[in-house]
Each structure stands twice: as structure tokens, then as C-alpha cells.
């Protein structure tokens, strides 16, 4: 985890559920909602590489476009493999991370994410967890920006934690969810405290969880 979400959400109830004083940043061409959302192509201008985020631009909190693809240049110089999460446990001290974590969180917008069950290697069951009415929410994220001679983008990792009781029967890792906008708050303008306790394990009543293949 996690490795696919999902947002099925028009861009109208996004706007309505989140803070109206946001600011949307975003075309229309590169508000794509889906199904299924997995790491952004590597190739520059790819359509596939629109990912919806929300994150602190100046004093205020804007949507934006960014791919799902956290980078830095040495890693592409070397052929290094990037990664698609960052362990929240961690990322405070990892040298690829702590500054982002320290100055730029962001949201990933979704309206559910999926976990696999069942042991590596083999065919594993997928299931897809939402909240009453699959209504939208947040994953907590780090951004960062990638500038080289072959491409330059604004990329996110989605940070992962321990499960709660209700991921942990199907996974052994699951997102850090926010799901209220006191949350959305504190991991996008809050200190490091504020950010360190969301990334608890918090139990969320509402989500449930469906298998879909």
C-alpha cells in the first residue's frame, strides 16, 4: 500500500465537500476521474500523469495537478527505482523525504483506495475501501519538484502508517487517512506534532471495505 486509488468524484462535489476558500488550480482536461489511479507514467505530457492534490501555495491552500511520482535527479541519473509511498514512521529522519515532510505536505484526493490480501507472488484478492456514499477524502502526501535537462514536474508520494482495525484482516500497511477538515488543517499548515499524531493508526467507524476481484 498503497498502489491504487480511486476517484469517481466530479469535480463539482469536490469543490463543494473542501473548503470554499480553496483555490482550483486545475483544467479540465487534467481533471480525470476514475476507477482505478496507479503511479503516474514517466513520460513527460503523458495523460495518465494528472493526479488531483491539495497543498499550501503561499498563505493559501490550492488543488493542483501533480503526477504520482516522487523523484529527485540523482535517482533517474542512476536508473534507481522510485518509490510510491513513504513511511510516515520514518520519513521524518529519511534524507529523501524530511524536508518535504517538514514543508510540504499535501492531500491526495480520493474517494476510496485498495489493498491487496493474501501472500506476494501468488493471485491476491483486491479489496476497495470508501466511506458511506464513496464520498471523497484525503490521503496524506509529500510533495516535491523535479527539474532536469529531460523533464520537470511537481510530484507526490502517498505516506503510509500501521493498519487500524479495520485494514489490518486484509493488509499489513495502510494509508494515512484525513478525512475531516480540522485534519486537512493540521497536515497541510500544522507543525510537525499535528502531522506526527495523524499519522496514528486512527480508526475511522465509517469505512468499510468490499472485495472487487
Known amino acids: 500500500m498503497c498502489g491504487l486509488y480511486s476517484l469517481t468524484t466530479s469535480r463539482e462535489a469536490v469543490r463543494q465537500l473542501f473548503p470554499p476558500d480553496w483555490q482550483w488550480s486545475v483544467a479540465d482536461a487534467e481533471f ?5 489511479i496507479g503511479p503516474s507514467a514517466k513520460k513527460p505530457g503523458s495523460a ?13 491552500i490550492e488543488f493542483a495537478s501533480l503526477r504520482w511520482r516522487y523523484e529527485a535527479k540523482w535517482m533517474r541519473d542512476k536508473g534507481i527505482n522510485v518509490p510510491i509511498n513513504a513511511r510516515s514512521e520514518t520519513m521524518w529522519s529519511n534524507g529523501l523525504f524530511k524536508y518535504s515532510a517538514r514543508d510540504r505536505r499535501c492531500l491526495v484526493i480520493v474517494d476510496g483506495f485498495y489493498e491487496p490480501k493474501g501472500p506476494k507472488g501468488g493471485k491476491r484478492e483486491q479489496y476497495l475501501f470508501t466511506f458511506p456514499g464513496q464520498r471523497a ?31 489490518s484482516p486484509i493488509h499489513s500497511r495502510m494509508p494515512v487517512i484525513l478525512e ?9 499548515t500544522g507543525s510537525e506534532d499535528d502531522a506526527r499524531h495523524l499519522c496514528d493508526p486512527i480508526e475511522r467507524p465509517e469505512l468499510t471495505c468490499h472485495r472487487v476481484s
Open 180 to 188: 475531516r477538515e480540522q485534519e486537512w488543517t493540521d497536515w497541510l
Open 32 to 36: 480525470e476521474p476514475a476507477a482505478k
Open 48 to 60: 495518465s500523469n494528472h493526479r488531483l492534490v491539495a497543498r499550501r501555495h503561499g498563505d493559501a
Open 137 to 167: 477524502f484525503a490521503l496524506g502526501g509529500l510533495w516535491t519538484s523535479y527539474k532536469g535537462d529531460d523533464d520537470a514536474f511537481d510530484g507526490f508520494i502517498v505516506c503510509t502508517t500501521e493498519p487500524n482495525d479495520q485494514v
